[in-house]
């Protein structure tokens, strides 16, 4: 009886492995056969249409007034008068500042007192001349007659040319006096400083009482600002590699900070020739090129250092193919033409006139490419683009118009999707996405 229930339990445990074995068996044949069924990608597509773009380059930068005026002492002393504040609406010739003129007035005093004291040492070394003039010509006629030696006649010539000098330097005395009185009055004048254009006090730096300095070699003080507002520009930094797309006179569209529900329009007068680098020498190294762009304000208040941003419009091409931005990627293109049924043969490392297919692979852009759905699966095009608006860009060749392309999503364009990937068309899901954001 113990035998008997010994060989039960035996063939119980031989019919439980055998089930799981074969349970263990239907499970790897179906992940095998699962894992050989191609991946289906979900994708969005625009049919490719013939458009209307515009070619933009962006920039950020500030609103600053086209003329803007510093006001730097010229002169040293106290500031005795300051008449406007800040935001003050001034006229040309209005006086901003006057500094203490009590000895630049001394000095013009002390000048005028110098200029006529040479003035007078010139009429007297001028007459003294003329009295040895005369003298010089009675010895010469009594030279002739031979009334007089010649010993007698060298020195009142040596006496004539004593007194004939004396007068040249009184009169170059009598220059260098005027000159100092013209410097003088030229120094006392700049202690009122007057405003050189109509405007706005848009900074006033100094303060009544205050000590300024300055001279004629160095540059002074700087006191205040006087700035234009009727003409407004905006000054945006634009990368080395856009600014040659950009043309005296192209169109802008200008985003003010202050004013987030208007948009701008600016016209391209001015292209900096000398660019301006920031992080110099370090991996954040950016280049950039000063745009100057005169703002059509519309009746809005701007102050100068607002913050904008601006899309110059550089090239527009009327009906031209294209397709959605996202849609054109980029793949190697050995890979393309691999892809695509070319006949090249791998070479391996073999020379050919000193160049190595390596070398060669590395010289080698990348080609552009987009997607379109055919039969349901995925087809890798290679293209040739053009311009690029915010949202399209220009297919020279390699599409028809009509043609369903491949733009969304990002991932499976740039990594997922290769010639004759399998995909389902739902763009639907991108509407969802677009009313959920």
Known sequence: MANNGKNKNKKKKIIIFSALGALLVIIIVAVIFGSKKDEVIVVQTEKVERRTITQVVEATGKI????????????????????????????????????????????????????????????????????????????????????????????????????????????????????SLTRSREDLAKTAIYSPIDGIVTQRISKLGE????????????????????????????????VVLINIGDTARIDVDAYPDHVFTATVYQIANTATTKGLGTQEEVTNFEVRLIVNAEDKEFRPGMSCSAKIETETRKDVVTV???SVTTREKKEVDAEMGG??????????????????????????VVFIVKDGRARKIPVTTGISSDTYIE???????????????????????????????????????????
């Open 211 to 242: 000590r300024v300095s300055g001279s004629s070699f160095t540059q002074g003080t700087e006191i205040m600002t006087v700035s234009d507002l009727s003409i407004l520009e905006s000054r945006v930094e634009v990368n080395e590699n856009d």
């Open 395 to 437: 297919i020279k060749d390699g599409l028809k118009t009509g043609e369903e392309v491949v733009k969304g999503s990002y991932r499976a364009i740039s990594r997922e999707l290769n010639d004759s990937t399998q995909v389902r068309v739902d763009n639907k899901l991108s509407q969802r996405r677009m009313f959920s954001n």
């Open 324 to 326: 959605p931005l996202q």
């Open 64 to 179: 600053q007034p086209q003329t803007q005026v510093k006001i730097n002492a010229e002169v040293s002393g106290e500031i005795i008068q300051l008449p406007v504040e800040e935001g003050d609406v001034v006229r040309k010739g209005q006086l901003l500042v006057r500094i203490k003129p009590d000895q630049y007035a001394a000095q013009r005093d002390q000048s005028i007192a110098n200029l006529n004291r040479m003035k007078a040492m010139l009429v007297q070394r001028e007459a003294d001349f003329r009295k040895v003039e005369s003298e010089y010509k009675r010895q010469q006629e009594l030279f002739k007659k031979g009334l007089i030696s010649e010993s007698d006649v060298e020195s009142s010539k040596s006496l004539y040319e004593i007194a004939k000098a004396n007068v040249d330097a009184s009169r170059f005395d009598v220059q260098n006096a005027e000159a």
């Open 343 to 368: 006949d090249e043969q791998d070479m391996g490392d073999v020379q050919i006139e000193g160049i190595t297919d390596q070398e060669t692979q590395k010289k080698e852009k990348p080609q552009e």
